[in-house]
């Protein structure tokens, strides 16, 4: 069984910094893509940043330039340093990952959510 659990949410003040981390477990073989989605009241469920296995990143045109996606594949863990935080990007942050298991089915795979609260 695979699991994948985020946290470092919070509430921060307009132009200030957090820092998300999610962290896979169980029966994992490979990761293969890792990312970060976010979903704001009333809306839909949108991609902020995304990893490859190689390291190759891509971002939504709202965060880039002010937020940065890592990984650490030893640790099989993906993380979001956001910076510059404005209110609009307040919403709950999931994060997803592709994971081939132990006995070599792929799926995707996501985190609980982890709230991000900027106030102006």
């Known amino acids: 069984q695979v699991q994948l659990v985020d946290s470092g949410g919070g509430l921060v003040q307009a132009g200030g910094s957090l820092r998300l981390s999610c962290a896979a477990s169980?029966?994992?073989?490979?990761?293969?893509?890792m990312g970060w989605y976010r979903q704001a009241p009333g809306k839909q469920r949108e991609l902020v940043a995304i990893i490859s296995s190689s390291g190759s990143t891509n971002y939504a045109s709202s965060v880039k330039g002010r937020f940065t996606i890592s990984r650490d594949n030893a640790k099989n863990t993906v993380y979001l340093q956001m910076s510059s935080l404005k209110p609009e990007d307040t919403a709950i942050y999931y994060c997803?990952?592709?994971?081939?298991?132990?006995?070599?089915?792929?799926?995707?795979?996501w985190g609980q959510g982890t709230q991000v609260t900027v106030s102006s």
């Open positions: 169980g029966s994992i073989f490979s990761i293969n893509a």
């Open positions: 997803n990952a592709r994971i081939r298991n132990g006995v070599g089915v792929v799926a995707d795979y």
